[in-house]
């Protein structure tokens, strides 16, 4: 992976101070060892008047391996593939922004002995990155930078130039250019900014991970418009770590308004937050009647199908009751997150044997699915087209049949609840549909009917008497005639 930094200059202040600046003589090309790879620093050009330095990043895809523990990129046992097909040798990512810390600490902090004055001014700079990957597209691009004071040209990559009706790939060429912003600013930008564009870290995000998060931000993030989103994506969506750092910049707002210092802010704060209740998410109480209903069941193996992040998971291991927990997911790059914050690699061999994590399709049957006690389909039906809902019913009543069967979905009459949520938009882009109480009954119940289940329903979250409960969920039990169909 690849990235350029350059400046421009005049005979009184020559462009060559970048080398200065970045600690890095302009006449050497050095190579620094990481763990995962060597970075290499270079001048393509280097005069009076344009100076251009360069990062190359080689990346080591053995190494990266070891670190994974040989359970593949990220720890998740089935995406072993991914230790062999990824894009981290090639596209700008969070191995970038490590190499950009470990190489240019002294420049990222803004010290330079040599030219002090210069590392404190603004400097025409000029940052090229061939290749990025960007979820989220070139709107998110110019999203995060552009706040920042960047000129942004940003183009998005096609998949196949000779194919270019198959659209674009999430990858983009991305060109920066700015006069207002010094070499500190710059590399405290592309050091946050290139993971979280990325929407993927190499390695376990750690509470340290909000400190740095903090400090890299000082001066920038606690007023960007979007610094939500940055917050959530850099500290890979981990809930709590991204409430901490939430919690810490609205006090670092606070102090900028009143020109006060932190502490003074927080000390005046604490006593009035300890006394606010907070109100139950409704992630939580989603997973609480979902824990609620298989306990009733009394079953023993579940199957967590579409597991997403494994916060259910999680929970189901909390319980010894559960002897055999799996978690399937279509997404390789779920299973990985959700591996990390099992921490499969670290669990102990007793808890290690109550777990699986597997890649699959809930369009297709699945010999791996079957003997279950119990399933669960939390908020998943509802990101499928409505024409493959029946792949997934047959999949999961007419082949697993598992004795029990949690089904959650949004309930959209809920919606108008929502203050944030515009009129007539679903809950998250991805979903395909949301469905009234009345339709989700109608179709829990014929499904029911056609594989040999009953089934009950139940609110979760407040059930407001007029448009009912933000999320509903439908409890399905395997009858006895069932039985016998699935034994013939």
Avoid at 33 to 44: E, I, K, M, N
Avoid at 90 to 101: D, H, K, Q, T
Avoid at 298 to 326: M, N, Q, S, W, Y
Avoid at 468 to 482: D, V, Y
Wanted: overall charge negative; charged content about 25%; some cysteine.
């Amino acid at each position: 992976m690849f990235l350029t930094i350059t400046t421009t200059g005049t005979p009184e202040r020559p462009a060559t101070d970048l080398g200065f600046l970045l600690h890095k003589h302009p006449d050497r090309a050095q190579a620094f060892s990481t763990s995962f790879g060597t970075a290499h620093v270079l001048y393509p050009e280097a005069e009076e008047q344009r100076c251009t330095a360069a990062l190359l990043l080689e990346v080591d895809a053995v190494a990266l391996v070891r670190r994974g523990r040989g359970k593949g990129r990220g720890g998740a046992p089935d995406a072993a593939l991914a230790q062999y097909v990824n894009d981290r040798p090639y596209a700008a990512s969070s191995l970038l922004a490590v190499a950009l810390s470990n190489v240019f600490s002294s420049a990222m902090r803004g010290v330079c002995k040599a030219r002090p004055e210069r590392a404190a001014q603004p400097l025409p700079l000029r940052v090229e990155v061939p290749a990025l990957p960007a979820r989220g597209g070139p709107d998110l691009v110019r999203r995060l930078f552009e706040p920042l004071g960047w000129t942004v040209a940003v183009e998005a990559v096609p998949l196949d130039t000779d194919f270019p009706e198959w659209g674009d790939s999430r990858y983009v060429r991305l060109v920066l250019e700015s006069e207002t912003l010094t070499l500190s600013d710059a590399l405290r930008h592309l050091y946050v900014l290139l993971p979280v564009l990325d929407d993927a870290k190499h390695y376990w995000v750690s509470p340290d991970e909000v400190d740095k998060l903090l400090r890299a931000g000082a001066g920038w993030l606690p007023g960007h418009p979007e610094h939500k989103l940055i917050t959530s994506r850099y500290l890979s969506r981990r809930w709590s770590l991204t409430r901490e750092a939430m919690d810490r910049l609205e006090l670092i707002r606070l102090a900028e308004t009143d020109d006060s210092e932190v502490e003074e802010i927080d000390n005046a704060v604490a006593a009035e937050a300890e006394q606010e209740e907070r109100p139950t998410p409704l992630a939580v109480q989603r997973r609480e009647a979902i824990l609620t209903a298989l306990r009733e069941r009394a079953g023993a193996r579940v199957l967590d199908l579409g597991c997403g992040e494994g916060h259910l998971v999680r929970e189901l291991l909390k319980e010894p009751r559960f002897t055999e927990i799996v978690g399937v997911d279509v997404s390789v790059r779920a299973l990985t997150i959700a591996s990390r914050r099992l921490k499969l690699d670290r669990m102990g061999e007793r808890q290690a044997a109550r777990v699986r994590l597997v890649q699959g399709s809930l369009a297709y049957t699945d010999k791996r699915l079957k003997g279950y006690d119990a399933a669960v389909l939390s908020e998943v039906i509802e990101h499928l087209d409505l024409p493959r809902l029946p792949a997934l019913e047959y999949a999961v009543f007419g082949s697993a049949r598992p004795s029990t069967v949690v089904v959650t979905t949004p309930n959209v009459e809920y919606n108008v609840r929502w203050e944030s949520l515009p009129a007539g938009h679903v809950r998250h882009r991805d979903h395909r549909f949301e469905w009234t109480r009345e339709e989700f009954r109608a179709w829990a119940s014929a499904v029911a009917e056609r594989h040999g289940y009953a089934v009950e329903f139940r609110p979760v979250g407040p059930d407001d008497p007029e448009v009912g409960p933000p999320t509903q969920l439908a409890l399905f039990t395997l009858t006895a005639t069932g039985k016998e169909a699935k034994a013939a």
